[in-house]
């Protein structure tokens, strides 16, 4: 309950410059994108509607039940719904997290860590795969992953 007051109460992110652009050119070029996020599935819908970026993912999902300390079950379950989809293309999980990192290497999937976000990059860094420092970095090395799988 703590936690969902805190996150009622703290404004939503807004996204870095850039960042529309960059995933619309990625959409362009053959990609797509789908979010998972153990925020409330409500909350996530309404603010990346909110943002006008919504129509840019094939996917979105938020958490629905009670809270979960890792994203290993809720990522299956997306990428259950997700492969119906995509088929067999490689999915590339970029995340801001160690337990993003951990979640995609349980679901064999590829993680590419962004150190922009909420982990500090050094912990990121002991992961022991390679951290982008950029959103831009973040979709090449996930794009050249993906062409290379």
Known sequence: MAFETYHSRRPPADLLPGTEDLLT???RSG???SVLSLTAH???TRHISD??????FLRV???TGPSVRSKKQPLARHLSTLRQTTGARPIVLIGDTVDDVRAALANQIHPVPYAGGLTHPDILRSSGVPVAETLAEAAALAVEYAHTA
Do not use: E, K, M
Request: include cysteine.
């Open 25 to 27: 050119r990625l959409v």
């Open 31 to 33: 990609c797509s994108h």
């Open 42 to 44: 409500n909350g996530l």
């Open 51 to 56: 943002l006008g970026i919504g129509s840019l």
């Open 61 to 63: 999902d938020g958490r």
